[in-house]
């Protein structure tokens, strides 16, 4: 157990919805990153935020948002869903640059 | 051509066999290189982590890093199946806080 919590663990929506993913880190862990995973693409980093505040932005969708709150859990929101949207989306945080630890992920499917 | 180049298996060996995987890159900035491990619907976790050039052992798990080649290898010695999972590269070059991961090596070790 990585001590990330993600959920849902699984997510079934129709195209043109909107999702929320929601990340607790690990306890005393300030930054949290959002990964795409889909089997084409392997792992893309979404987004960081650190302590409440963006701290870098990958390649991340103009329909996909993100905020991390005052007790430093995140949520991923993905609006205007395509079935190109449908991946496992995968939480970390972290203390030290590269030791990321990662949740279970939630699988998102677009029908 | 992507940043991080992945065979992306699948390897299969018999149990106790030496296993070689391997990761090539373009960027020449990157300072920092890892290993994780993702088995069969879970995140990944962090086996090895290595700066610049040099052998990074730990009990079983060997990482390499050749820079001048661009080049990084996990071996795994006396493989076993509990070992049989997606293996992922990762690396960044320490001032982004972004992690490029290669697509990932899925190996099967057999009794």
């Known amino acids: 157990d990585s001590g990330v919590t993600q959920t849902p663990k699984h997510l079934i929506t129709a195209t043109g919805q909107r999702v929320t993913l929601r990340c607790s880190p690990r306890s005393g862990d300030l930054s949290v990153y959002w990964y795409q995973q889909s089997l084409d693409q392997g792992l893309q980093f979404l987004i960081q935020?650190?302590?409440?505040?963006?701290?870098a932005k990958g390649n991340i969708l103009e329909r996909f948002s993100a905020q991390q709150f005052p007790d430093l859990h995140s949520e991923l929101n993905l609006s205007s869903l395509e079935l190109g949207d449908s991946a496992l989306y995968f939480c970390a945080s972290s203390v030290v640059h590269g030791e990321l630890f990662f949740g279970e992920g939630s699988r998102l499917t677009v029908l | 051509q992507k940043e991080v180049e992945q065979d992306p298996g699948p390897l299969s060996v018999p149990e106790g066999a030496i296993v070689s995987l391997n990761c090539t890159y373009s960027n020449s900035a990157f300072q920092y290189f890892m290993w994780y491990r993702q088995y069969s619907r879970k995140g990944p976790e962090l086996l090895m982590y290595t700066y610049s050039s040099g052998n990074k052992e730990d009990g079983r798990f060997t990482a390499q890093v050749d820079k001048s080649s661009k080049y990084i290898s996990l071996f795994i010695r006396d493989s076993q199946p509990s070992d049989s999972a997606t293996y992922l590269c990762a690396m960044s070059d320490g001032t982004a806080s972004k992690l490029t991961f290669g697509t990932g090596t899925r190996l099967q070790v057999t009794l």
């Open positions: 935020y650190y302590n409440g505040e963006e701290r």
